[in-house]
């Protein structure tokens, strides 16, 4: 702040009077310009570091997602390996471990993504200095990740829950048949819950083209099993049922909009 000093000679006349006004008002301005100017670079100075820090963050979550994807695959393949095991059981009671289609293995992995220079930008006041696109961008983004770590979460605990019957006996040949069916009811749940983190997954690609490693539909389907085609005999029910959903609203790319004729069918957008 710069101090303004009014002339140390006394006024006599009005014009010296009105000469002493128009000094202190034009001090004054000079010294809110050269303030605001300041102030205005410092802004900009915050700015700059907050986008570089942002970037930065960016392109960590990036290689995490990249991580997570593999992630996700192999913890497909792990629990469809453990849900095998346990129908297999089912169907062959008394079977020895040896006569397993393979082992229970349960996986998961528990990194969040990172928002350290989000929040630091928000609690710094520095979102308020940017335009509204850029922070509702940064909004929804940040907004993701916390839905697909929610989702990572809710997976981790349905696969402690899987776990569960190792606490006693590690050994699945030795469940009772009411427990191998509570077993599989948990592994099913497991299943779907990490289908819940895939999708969020796939639609944060799917908003965020720099997200480019990104899940196939394949790799949702591996879960849950969409036809690829509608044979003719059930030509007449899926006609029903698209009659039905269409009524609510049309949407040509949620289902398929006539019956089979070998066609592929089009599963539901996740």
């Given at each position: 702040?710069?101090?303004?000093?009014?002339?140390?000679?006394?006024?006599?006349?009005?014009?010296?009077?009105?000469?002493?006004?128009?000094?202190?008002?034009?001090?004054?301005?000079?010294?809110?310009?050269?303030?605001?100017?300041?102030?205005?670079?410092?802004?900009r100075?915050?700015?700059?570091?907050a986008?570089e820090?942002?970037?930065?963050?960016?392109?960590?979550?990036?290689?995490?997602?990249a991580?997570?994807?593999v992630?996700?695959r192999?913890?497909?393949?792990?629990?469809?390996?453990?849900?095998d095991?346990?129908?297999?059981?089912?169907?062959?009671?008394?079977?020895?471990?040896?006569?397993?289609?393979?082992?229970?293995?349960?996986?998961?992995?528990?990194?969040?993504?990172?928002?350290?220079?989000?929040?630091?930008?928000?609690?710094?006041?520095?979102?308020?200095?940017?335009?509204?696109?850029?922070?509702?961008?940064?909004?929804?983004?940040?907004a993701?990740?916390?839905?697909?770590?929610a989702?990572?979460?809710?997976?981790?605990?349905?696969?402690?829950?899987?776990?569960?019957?190792?606490?006693?006996?590690?050994?699945?040949?030795?469940?009772?048949?009411?427990?191998?069916?509570?077993?599989?009811?948990?592994t099913?749940?497991?299943?779907?819950?990490?289908?819940?983190?895939?999708?969020?997954?796939?639609?944060?690609?799917?908003?965020?083209?720099?997200?480019?490693?990104?899940?196939?539909?394949?790799?949702?389907?591996?879960?849950?099993?969409?036809?690829?085609?509608?044979?003719?005999?059930?030509a007449?029910?899926?006609?029903?049922?698209?009659?039905r959903?269409?009524?609510?609203?049309?949407?040509?790319?949620?289902?398929?909009?006539?019956?089979?004729?070998?066609?592929?069918?089009?599963?539901?957008?996740?």
């Amino acid at each position: 702040m710069l101090d303004v000093h009014p002339p140390h000679n006394p006024t006599h006349t009005w014009r010296d009077f009105f000469i002493h006004v128009a000094t202190i008002c034009v001090g004054l301005l000079i010294a809110i310009g050269l303030e605001q100017g300041v102030e205005l670079v410092h802004h900009r100075h915050e700015i700059t570091e907050a986008r570089e820090a942002l970037r930065a963050e960016r392109e960590d979550s990036r290689k995490l997602f990249a991580q997570q994807i593999v992630y996700f695959r192999r913890e497909t393949a792990a629990l469809e390996n453990n849900l095998d095991v346990l129908l297999y059981l089912q169907r062959h009671p008394g079977a020895s471990p040896d006569q397993l289609p393979g082992v229970l293995t349960w996986h998961y992995e528990a990194e969040p993504f990172p928002e350290s220079a989000w929040v630091t930008a928000q609690q710094a006041g520095v979102t308020a200095l940017m335009s509204r696109a850029e922070v509702r961008q940064y909004s929804t983004l940040y907004a993701q990740f916390h839905l697909i770590d929610a989702r990572l979460s809710d997976y981790q605990i349905a696969v402690v829950e899987a776990e569960r019957y190792s606490v006693q006996d590690s050994d699945p040949t030795h469940l009772a048949p009411s427990a191998l069916a509570d077993e599989i009811e948990l592994t099913k749940t497991a299943l779907l819950k990490h289908l819940e983190h895939g999708v969020l997954l796939f639609n944060l690609a799917a908003l965020y083209p720099d997200f480019s490693y990104r899940p196939r539909v394949a790799d949702l389907q591996t879960i849950v099993h969409f036809p690829d085609t509608y044979p003719p005999s059930v030509a007449g029910p899926l006609a029903r049922t698209i009659q039905r959903i269409d009524a609510a609203g049309k949407a040509a790319d949620w289902f398929p909009q006539a019956p089979s004729s070998g066609q592929p069918s089009t599963p539901p957008k996740p």
